[in-house]
Structures are given as structure tokens and as C-alpha cells.
């Protein structure tokens, strides 16, 4: 299916509570969150049939909803089923999936709570958010002029649409610049995240991150510091400074769409070791393929 806009493919798509199919879902030019971005979503990967951390991501969706006062009409449960129903119709085993709740065309206006709140899922074959060449090199990151508001500025704790356009910018520039993508610094000038992803580095065998107090703290990011634990590897949780970028060994991205994905560059500042960022690329490879049953 590469090439094919996503607009023109074939399938099905789960659209409150009921499947359309893929080429027949579609709103109205006056729906509220085309114009006030009162939207929010998931983006979350199948292995084999499964998605991972389902359940999270079911329950994150509807917490990053209530942060922008509105209400999913469907439990967390409810998704998790609608989720898996996609996978099956669209007889898909390895994907990417995307929820997306927002508010819709009732009324238009600032105030919003008259407009019924709606539910799509779509899921397609998409291996990652780096091509493999990008992967195996490691990423090359510049740095963006935007940075993450301060946490009284904007809901970062919601997975929210709005906050993705600056994300949009930063990446801009940074591929017109000869980048894959950008390293955004916080509204303090300390290190955030990449554009779609969370960013650690290592030195001296430990594992450093930003603390996540004004962006998301991602689900992937949560899965691999956990990971790193169970390897004896320590992670330390701190404001990172970018002029410290430059006496760390590695660095890597994670998310749901990267995955784990190493740096090779930010910026002019390069990582040429990968020795615990390829024990945490195999680690989460494990980790994200379904558990088999115990044999009875």
C-alpha cells in the first residue's frame, strides 16, 4: 500500500460503534475539532495479533479526553474490544492503530458542550516512524526553535491534537535541514522530547531521561525504564540541560511509532556507541510479542 494516500485505501474502520468502510468515513468541515483542535488520540502497535499495553492506551485516551472536558461514550473496555474487532475485519496482525475521539458539528463556538463527542479507530500496516536504513544508522536530530509550554500553559498530560502543531513545525525544519527530526528543549531550556518521541541518554552505564513535568510521559517510555530496571541497568529521571548533551556515550528515542530507536546525531554532537541502547531494542522487541499461554 505504499504511495496510496490514506484517504483512498481499502478496509475498515471502527466509527462509532459500528464498522465503515475505509473510503466512507468522514466528517463535516464544520466539526469543532477541525477548527479549535478539541481532539485527542492513541497511537499504539499490534504484534502478532495483539496490541500492546491495550488496556493503557483504551484508558489514557479517555483520561486524555477528560482533560479536555469532554467524555468518550464508551468504556475502556469497549475500546479494547472495538480495537481488536479492527485487527479482525481488517485481517491484520502486525500494525499501528489509531483512536481518535473529538468533539463534532453540532455547534461551532468555543463552547463546545452541546457537540456530541465522537470515535474512530483505523489500523494499518506501517513498520515504523524511521525507515530501516535511519534505524540502523541511528537518527540524526537538530534542534527546534519551538519548545513544550509550561504545564500551566497547555494539558500536556493529554495525548491532545493541538499540541502535535508545534511538533509538525519542528520537524519541518528539521528535515529541511537535512534531519530526521527534532530535539525540542521545555519552556525552562532544559531537554524535552523529539517531535513524536521520548529521548534518553546514557553514560557511565546509567540510563538518563527528562522528567516528563510538561510532556507527555509516554507508555513506551514508562515500558522501557521498566525494562531497563529488570536488567540492573539504573535510570535516572532529571532536567538534562542541553549543554550537557555532548558528555553522554549514547542516546535513543522511544514511543509507539519509533519503538526504540538509536541517535546517531543531535545536531552535531555524535553517538557512535550502541551497547545498552541494542539491549533495549532487543529487550522491547521481546517484551511487546504476546505471551503465550502456559502449556496445560
Not at 461551532?108 to 540502523?136: C, D, Q, R, T, Y
Amino acid at each position: 500500500m505504499a504511495g496510496v494516500p490514506l484517504d483512498q485505501r481499502d478496509g475498515w474502520i471502527w466509527f462509532d460503534g459500528e464498522m465503515r468502510e475505509w473510503k466512507e468515513c468522514k466528517v463535516h468541515v464544520l466539526t469543532h475539532a477541525l477548527h479549535y483542535a478539541s481532539s485527542v488520540f492513541e497511537g499504539q502497535r499490534a504484534y502478532n495479533g495483539e496490541v500492546f499495553k491495550l488496556h493503557e492506551h483504551s484508558e489514557r485516551l479517555r483520561k486524555s479526553a477528560n482533560i479536555l472536558d469532554f467524555e468518550i461514550p464508551y468504556s475502556a473496555d469497549e475500546i479494547d474490544a472495538a480495537c481488536r474487532e479492527v485487527l479482525e475485519k481488517n485481517n491484520l496482525t502486525n500494525a499501528y492503530m489509531r483512536p481518535l475521539a473529538w468533539r463534532g458539528s453540532h455547534e461551532l463556538g468555543l463552547g463546545a458542550h452541546n457537540n456530541p463527542v465522537h470515535l474512530a479507530i483505523a489500523a494499518w500496516e506501517w513498520p515504523s516512524l524511521f525507515s530501516m536504513e535511519e534505524k540502523l544508522k541511528g537518527v540524526r536530530l537538530a534542534w527546534s526553535d519551538w519548545q513544550r509550554p509550561a504545564p500551566d500553559s497547555a494539558p500536556f498530560a493529554s495525548k491532545a491534537s493541538g499540541l502535535y502543531m508545534i511538533c509538525t513545525l519542528s520537524k519541518h525544519a528539521a528535515e529541511a535541514k537535512g534531519y530526521s527530526d527534532a530535539l525540542m528543549r521545555d519552556y525552562r531550556g532544559y531537554v524535552a522530547e523529539a517531535t513524536g518521541a521520548n529521548v534518553f541518554f546514557i553514560k557511565d552505564g546509567e540510563i538518563h531521561t527528562p522528567k516528563p513535568d510538561c510532556f507527555l510521559d509516554g507508555i513506551t517510555r514508562r515500558t522501557v525504564i521498566g525494562l531497563a530496571k529488570e536488567q540492573g541497568i539504573n535510570v535516572i529521571e532529571r532536567i538534562i540541560k542541553p549543554e550537557e548533551i555532548g558528555e553522554f556515550e549514547e542516546c535513543f528515542l522511544t514511543g509507539s511509532a519509533a519503538e526504540v530507536t538509536p541517535v546517531a546525531e543531535i545536531e552535531g554532537t555524535v553517538f557512535e556507541k550502541r551497547e545498552i541502547c541494542q539491549k533495549m531494542i532487543e529487550a522491547y522487541a521481546e517484551a511487546v510479542q504476546p505471551k503465550k499461554a502456559a502449556a496445560e
